[in-house]
């Protein structure tokens, strides 16, 4: 059964640094590429991060820059460090694995088939 766990949220003031860890189980495969989404109440689900297997990253306008997606040697686990926090990065994050088609944008919430429960993010001003 594949599962993803999140880990690592919490609350930090503005300016403030989060690393975020997504671990993979249960995969008989690797995943071709796994990506960072975030939601807030009442917004669409958006693209972070991402990363594809060839090692290609794809980071959403907000967070390029202060954010960075990086996986582990086994790629099971994927990170996301985010630095110079700010109150609009307030939301829950969700990690997600394996693009079901080739896409030039890994950001897209509908390429993904697994996804984790989330980890909430809150970055007070």
């Known amino acids: 059964q594949v599962q993803l766990v999140e880990s690592g949220g919490g609350s930090v003031q503005s300016g403030g640094s989060l690393r975020l860890s997504c671990t993979a189980s249960g995969f008989t495969y690797r995943s071709n590429c796994m990506g960072w989404f975030r939601q807030t109440p009442g917004k669409e689900r958006e693209g972070v991060a991402a990363i594809n297997v060839d090692g290609r990253t794809d980071y959403s306008d907000s967070v390029k820059g202060r954010f960075t997606v990086s996986q582990d040697n086994g790629k099971t686990t994927l990170y996301l460090q985010m630095n110079s926090l700010e109150p609009d990065d307030t939301a829950m994050y969700y990690c997600?694995?394996?693009?079901?088609?080739?896409?030039?944008?890994?950001?897209?919430?509908?390429?993904?088939?697994?996804w984790g429960q989330g980890t909430q993010v809150t970055v007070s001003s």
């Open positions: 997600a694995a394996v693009c079901e088609r080739p896409s030039r944008s890994l950001l897209l919430q509908d390429l993904y088939k697994f």
